[in-house]
């Protein structure tokens, strides 16, 4: 067929990268095009780019705004995130436009579990600090107290939204034999590993190790500040996988700083990357790892596939593998 007078659907891919089993996908009924480098699309490319497109496939690095669905155009039809967050994209200027909107849940819960559970170890027994020692000469000798921290079992472990990743992380840590699982999240959730609903002051106040797993939302922007890390107990240990918005960063790092809280392990950060001046990078007490919850290859993988899937659904008008409802 001449590809001048193609009347496949256009598809713009903000990255060369996605893994190709859902691109592939893409291409077998679609005009696809996408960015060339290995980096997130800038602003100007995307918005020539998204031009005349009736699909459009991104991740959290995209921000997906009423100034890109206006430039897109009226025959645009469906935005689809390789991610189960889409704080990144203008919902409700998508409804307006009855433009759909598809992401990725489910396929990465246990991949973004299993790393929550890796990087509370490595902030609660310390790894990182004690991997250093190795190569600075630190290591002098076996000692009592050297390199030493507090174990899960016995703590109070608490889990600040209770969805699907946080009941995951939950029934994790549950073998560690932790003295109580306790959570708060907006509605109580029955579970079958005796998990506590509290109050968020209870589980502020009581978690000897308090782990966020919540949506970045209006609600929770920056909730976690001075105020709840002054609440936490002096030897809690703070850890967020969900974004780094839900926390103000200057006032965990102040706590940090001034021991108001023992630690913290974080997956997310403010802003993505992290500049390597951050005054957070000169403490010793925190684990910072570059967003990498969900990379694990196979649910990279089914996520470049349901991302791509939740087009070709929309473009046909059917049912998404995941949408965005609300
Ligand atoms: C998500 O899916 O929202 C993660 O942050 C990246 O996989």
Not at 34 to 43: G, L
Not at 156 to 177: D, L
Not at 274 to 292: A, C, E, K, R, Y
Not at 297 to 306: A, D, G, L, Q, V
Request: hydrophobic share 35%; with cysteine.
């Amino acid at each position: 067929t001449n590809r001048m007078m193609s009347t496949r659907p256009k598809i713009y891919i903000t990255r060369p990268d996605y893994h190709v089993e859902g691109t592939d996908l893409l291409k077998q009924e679609c005009d696809v095009t996408n960015w060339s480098t290995a980096c997130p699309v800038p602003r100007s490319e995307l918005l020539e780019n998204i031009s005349g497109k009736s699909g459009l496939f991104c991740s959290l690095t995209d921000k997906i705004d009423k100034e890109v669905l206006d430039k897109a155009g009226p025959q645009l039809k469906v935005v689809s995130t390789i991610s189960v967050g889409y704080e990144h994209i203008d919902i409700a200027e998508c409804k307006k436009r009855n433009i759909r909107v598809g992401y990725t849940p489910d396929v990465l819960t246990d991949a973004t579990a299993e790393l929550t559970v890796a990087l509370l170890l490595a902030t609660n027994r310390r790894l990182f600090e004690a991997n250093k020692q190795v190569y600075n000469g630190g290591w002098k000798s076996w000692a009592p107290s050297w390199m030493c921290g507090n174990g899960i079992k016995g703590s109070v472990i608490g889990v600040y939204g209770f969805g699907r990743i946080g009941q995951e992380v939950a029934s994790r840590i549950k073998p560690f034999k932790p003295a109580r699982l306790i959570y708060n999240s907006r509605t109580e959730k029955h579970n079958d590993i005796g998990a506590e609903f509290v109050g968020f002051e209870e589980l502020v106040k009581n978690s000897d190790i308090l782990i966020v797993c919540c949506a970045l939302t209006a609600d929770t922007k920056e909730m976690f500040n001075k105020s709840v890390f002054e609440k936490m107990k002096p030897g809690s240990i703070f850890i967020n996988t969900a974004r780094g918005g839900v926390v103000n960063q200057k006032d965990l790092y102040e706590a940090l700083k001034n021991n108001t809280i023992q630690s913290a392990g974080l997956d997310v950060t403010t802003p993505e990357p992290l500049p390597l001046d951050d005054p957070l990078l000169s403490l010793s007490n925190v684990v910072i790892l570059p967003h990498i919850g969900s990379a694990d290859i196979n649910t990279r993988t089914e996520m470049s596939r349901i991302a791509a899937c939740n087009i070709l659904a929309a473009l046909r008008g059917g049912e998404m593998i995941a949408e965005v409802k609300s």
